[in-house]
């Protein structure tokens, strides 16, 4: 059982942990921000790759086959359920 003293640390560390995930959502929505003004530059000179000072800065394409489990499983249904294993995870979440 949590004594009052435990509830009282556990919501300190899960306010604590509220401020830590909004900082890094902050900080990931700049660097992306920053990307973008880097890509933007990179598009003004129809380059790939640049040199920037010590820097190499590559915005390159990339081809990538997947597989289409929708459409295949829509058309072999019988034969994806053949070769669909369950799997086990846990999932944290704070409301």
């Keep these: 059982m ?6 009282k640390e556990l919501n300190a560390k899960i306010e604590a942990l509220k ?7 902050e900080a990931e ?3 992306e921000a920053i ?4 890509k933007a ?7 790939e790759e ?8 590559r915005w390159t394409s990339v081809l990538s086959n997947r597989f289409d489990t929708t459409s295949f499983k829509k058309q072999f249904g019988d034969l994806y359920k053949a070769f669909t294993k369950q799997t086990k995870s846990r999932r944290f979440t704070i409301s």
């Design 29 to 31: 929505a700049e660097a």
């Design 50 to 57: 640049m040199t920037v000072d010590t820097h190499i800065v």
């Design 19 to 25: 401020e830590w995930e909004a900082l890094a959502k």
């Design 2 to 7: 949590l004594t009052n003293e435990k509830i």
């Design 41 to 47: 530059v990179m598009n003004a000179e129809e380059t």
């Design 35 to 38: 990307k973008d003004e880097i």
